[in-house]
């Protein structure tokens, strides 16, 4: 298993801004309480929740993604109230959108 650190919000600008710093591959992942992340996502980045790729009874692995830009990021969210970035990237896409009909997320 993982160990995550949780890091200060603002490391979560500099961590997106910087691909390296924010990747599935990373000993460290952005993390922060699921209520700050998901305002992060929505007023920095203009991104809103997509799908939910996977779910179990600990964590729950979404999808959030801005039609006007193309970024996307891809969150681990735990039951205890945090969420991790675990990739992200640009370029997304609605017409190769695989997602399209998944399952819609609640945001708040």
Known sequence: MQMTKHIFPATFAAALAFPALATADDEASVCMPVGEMQATL??????????????TAITETQLWVSVHTGTWTK???????????IDQGADFRAEFDQFANSEALPVG
């Open 42 to 55: 929505i007023e920095w980045y203009s991104e809103a929740p997509r799908a939910t790729l996977q779910k």
């Open 75 to 85: 969150l681990e969210v735990y039951r205890d109230g945090i969420a991790c970035v």
